[in-house]
C-alpha cells in the first residue's frame, strides 16, 4: 500500500508590498481558494500597490488553479511573472503562460464607436453586396436550367409528361378563379377612377378606351403575375424545401438523376404554359368589369363598349401584353425552385426562403414589366 502524498492548500500571504503565492492550486481545492481570493478583492484594491510577487512557493498546478490566479493579478502581469520564470518550474511557467494567452484572447473589447453615416454606408453596402450575390445565383441557376432544357428538348423520351400536366393544373387551372375575380374588381375600380377624372372634362366615353388600354398591356398580365409569384412560387419554393429537408434531394443525386431534370423543368414549362392563359383570362375579366361599371354608371352599354374597343384599340396592344407573359413565368418558376434548393435544412429555413422567393418574384416581375414598358414606348409599340 502506497501512502497517499499530502497537500497544502493554496494560500496567499502579503508582506508589505510583495505577495507569496504557495500551495497547490488544483481544482481539488477550487472553491476554497475561490473564496480566499474572493475575501482579498473584497479589501480595497489588494493587488494595486504591490511591487513584487513571489511565486517559489507554488506547489502543484493545474488549469483551474492557473485561471484563478490569472483572475486575480490579471493575465498581463503574470504572464509576464511566468515568462520571467524566476524560482517556477518550466513546465509550470508554460501552464501559466498559456491560461494567459487564452484568457488574455477572451478579454472583450468595447466595439468601436462609428457615426450614423458611416453605419448607414456600411449598412448600404452590405445590402448591396447581398442583392449582387442573389443576382449572381439566379444567373448562374437560370444558364443551369437553360442548358438542361434544351438538353431534353432533342430527347422525346426525356420529357416528363406527368408532372408537366400536374403542374399546369397546380399553377394554372386552380387559379383561375382567384384571377379572374380580381382583375373584374381591378377593372371596376379602374373604370370608376376614370370615369370620375375624365367627368370633368366630358369625355367619360374615353374611359372605355382607358379600361382597354391599360387591361390589354400591362394590367393583365401583371395582376396574373403578381398572383403566381405570391401562389406558386411559394408553393414551389416549399415543396422543393421540404424535399430537402427530408434528404430527398439527396437519394435522387444518389440514384444518378438531376433535380433540375425532375423538379425545375416541369414547372418551369408548366408555368410558362399557365401564365399566357391566365394573363388572357385576366385581360377580359378586367376589360368586363370595366364594361359593368360603364353600363351601371355611365350608360355606355356592352355593345357599343365592344364597339368602341373594335374601333380604337389595336390588336398590337394584346400582343405586347400576352407577349410579357412567358418571361415573367420563366422568372417566376426559376426564382421559386431556385429558393427551395437554397433552403439549409430547418422548418425555419424553408419558411425564410418561401417568403424571399415571394418578395423576389414580384420585385423581378414589376422591374421587368417597367423596363418592357420603356423599350415599347421607345419602339412606339
Known amino acids: 500500500m502506497f501512502a497517499a502524498s499530502a497537500t497544502t492548500p493554496g494560500s496567499v500571504v502579503f508582506a508589505g508590498d510583495s505577495l507569496a503565492i504557495s500551495g497547490d492550486w488544483t481544482l481539488t481545492d477550487y472553491q476554497h481558494l475561490k473564496r480566499t481570493l474572493a475575501s482579498l478583492e473584497s479589501q480595497s484594491s489588494p493587488t494595486a500597490a504591490i511591487s513584487e510577487v513571489e511565486l517559489a512557493g507554488l506547489g502543484r498546478l493545474d488549469t483551474a488553479g492557473a485561471s484563478l490566479l490569472v483572475s486575480f493579478l490579471g493575465p498581463e502581469r503574470l504572464h509576464r511573472l511566468a515568462r520571467e520564470g524566476r524560482d517556477l518550474a518550466r513546465e509550470k511557467s508554460a501552464l501559466l503562460l498559456a491560461v494567459c494567452e487564452a484568457m488574455m484572447d477572451r478579454t472583450e473589447r468595447a466595439p468601436p464607436r462609428v457615426s450614423f453615416l458611416t453605419g448607414l454606408l456600411a449598412e448600404t453596402g452590405q445590402r448591396t453586396e447581398n442583392i449582387v450575390g442573389l443576382l449572381k445565383d439566379l444567373n448562374g441557376f437560370i444558364g443551369q436550367t437553360l ?97 430537402k429537408v427530408n434528404e ?21 414549362l408548366a408555368m410558362m404554359v399557365s401564365l399566357p392563359i391566365l394573363a388572357f383570362v385576366g385581360m377580359i375579366s378586367g376589360i368586363a368589369g370595366g364594361a359593368t361599371v360603364c353600363a351601371l354608371a355611365l350608360d355606355i352599354y356592352p355593345t357599343q363598349f365592344l364597339a368602341i374597343i373594335e374601333r380604337s384599340i389595336e390588336v398590337r396592344h394584346f400582343l405586347v401584353g400576352l407577349g410579357k407573359a412567358p418571361l415573367f413565368a420563366f422568372i417566376i418558376a426559376v426564382i421559386g425552385c431556385l429558393e427551395g434548393f437554397k433552403v439549409s435544412g430547418s422548418a425555419q429555413s424553408v419558411g425564410e426562403h418561401t417568403t424571399s422567393s415571394v418578395v423576389q418574384s414580384i420585385f423581378m416581375v414589376i422591374l421587368l414589366d417597367s423596363i418592357a414598358a420603356m423599350f415599347f414606348m421607345e419602339m412606339g409599340w
Open 147 to 243: 442548358g438542361t432544357l434544351f438538353w431534353i428538348l432533342p430527347r422525346p423520351w426525356r420529357w416528363r409528361i406527368t408532372p408537366f400536366i400536374a403542374a399546369i393544373q397546380e399553377t394554372g387551372l386552380n387559379a383561375l378563379p382567384i384571377v379572374a375575380l380580381l382583375t373584374f374588381l381591378v377593372g371596376a375600380v379602374v373604370a370608376f377612377l376614370g370615369a370620375t377624372v375624365l367627368q370633368s372634362f366630358g369625355a367619360t366615353i374615353y374611359t372605355v378606351n382607358l379600361v382597354a388600354f391599360s387591361f390589354l398591356r400591362e394590367f393583365g398580365v401583371l395582376l396574373a403575375a403578381i398572383l403566381l409569384a405570391g401562389r406558386t412560387a411559394s408553393a414551389f419554393t416549399a415543396h422543393i424545401g421540404a424535399m
Open 248 to 268: 430527398e434531394l439527396d437519394a435522387i443525386r444518389t440514384l444518378g438523376l438531376s433535380p433540375i431534370e425532375l423538379l425545375v423543368i416541369p414547372r418551369v
